[in-house]
């Protein structure tokens, strides 16, 4: 396991900011931390990095404490935090060649030009990072938290603010970067996740309330919703008996509202249905629930 994490809980004065949490990444994971604003992403991540310390608990970063050796684990992490702080009277390269130093990395200047060709760096290269785009800095951001190759990449937000084609090529170096490496990133953009993440933990109000593979996320939660007009008249007591439905809402006339669960495909359910007791079937229309209404349902609360 990269990371670790076993009950922590974060109080802000009276305010629990994470509660009781616990959860595991995987080598080479790519995780989504997905939830609303102020369900407790940031902190979480910053307990990881070392920033803070948790109330209570603790998390193990590549089989490091975060709780006694946390020298060891800012070693093993790279970190691009919320709104990515630079310095933007620096340049490129030298800020690099700053952070390199801090690491006290060898053959500084070699690895430098590597992170840049990685990053896409190289037209930008000699600018100061104030005269970059926002996703120019984003690929400056992503350079400091990988220069001295980190196992494990903690990243909050990194496209926020990122215009489509930026957020593309961003998410493509992200995922090329969870090849090797484990990634944990934070969003409330749930196609985010379902672009680059091959697990996803939701969090509301400083609580998992769900923790899967995307995939299976997608799969159990999409709902088929049904909106059907019959030519005549049929009671509520006798809709139900469609197999399969597990949800029945009148809409007006002969028009009903059908929900159902099932893997397959209803339609066929409801077809059987109408010719069994003798009705036609004027309207048939169904949508899929997509994993962003399934994100507003396990967060609205
Ligand atoms: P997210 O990253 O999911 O938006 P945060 O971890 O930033 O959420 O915040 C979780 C909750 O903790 C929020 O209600 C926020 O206002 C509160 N919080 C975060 N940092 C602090 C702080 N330094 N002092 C007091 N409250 C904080």
């Known amino acids: 396991m990269s990371i670790q994490v076993n009950n922590i809980t974060k109080l802000y004065g009276n305010q629990k900011a994470l509660n009781n949490i616990s959860f595991e990444v995987g080598s080479n994971e790519i995780v989504g931390f997905?939830?609303?604003?102020?369900?407790?992403?940031?902190?979480?991540?910053?307990?990881?990095?070392?920033?803070i310390p948790p109330s209570e608990g603790t998390a193990k970063v590549c089989g490091f404490d975060i709780n006694t050796q946390s020298i060891e684990v800012r070693k093993q992490i790279g970190y691009l935090p919320e709104h990515n702080p630079l310095y933007l009277d620096m340049y490129v390269k030298e800020f690099l060649e700053f952070v390199g130093g801090i690491y006290k990395i060898k053959n500084i200047k070699s690895r430098v030009k590597d992170m840049i060709e990685m990053t896409g760096l190289q037209i930008e290269q000699n600018k100061k990072i104030g005269a970059l785009s926002k996703g120019y800095r984003q690929r400056v951001g992503l350079a400091q938290a990988i220069i001295h190759d980190p196992k494990v990449l903690i990243m909050d937000e990194p496209t926020t603010g990122l215009d489509p084609n930026q957020l593309?090529?961003?998410?493509?170096?992200?995922?090329?970067?969870?090849?090797?490496?484990?990634?944990?990133?934070?969003?409330?953009?749930?196609?985010?996740?379902?672009?680059?993440?091959?697990?996803?933990?939701?969090?509301?109000?400083?609580?998992?309330?769900?923790?899967?593979?995307t995939k299976n996320l997608q799969k159990n939660t999409t709902k088929q919703i049904i909106t059907v007009e019959f030519d005549k008249e049929v009671s509520e007591k006798l809709i139900q008996k469609i197999n399969n439905i597990d949800g029945v809402k009148f809409l007006q006339g002969n028009t009903w509202l059908l929900s159902s669960t099932s893997k397959d495909d209803v339609r066929k359910d409801i077809f059987n249905f109408a010719v069994a007791n003798n009705l036609s079937v004027l309207t048939l229309n169904k949508e899929e629930q997509k994993m962003e209404d399934v994100f507003k349902e396990l967060t609205k609360k």
């Open 34 to 51: 997905l939830g609303p604003n102020g369900a407790g992403k940031s902190t979480m991540m910053k307990i990881l990095t070392c920033y």
């Open 168 to 213: 593309e090529e961003i998410r493509g170096l992200i995922k090329a970067l969870g090849k090797e490496k484990t990634v944990m990133l934070s969003t409330h953009i749930m196609q985010e996740v379902e672009a680059i993440c091959d697990r996803v933990i939701i969090i509301n109000k400083g609580e998992i309330v769900a923790n899967d593979e």
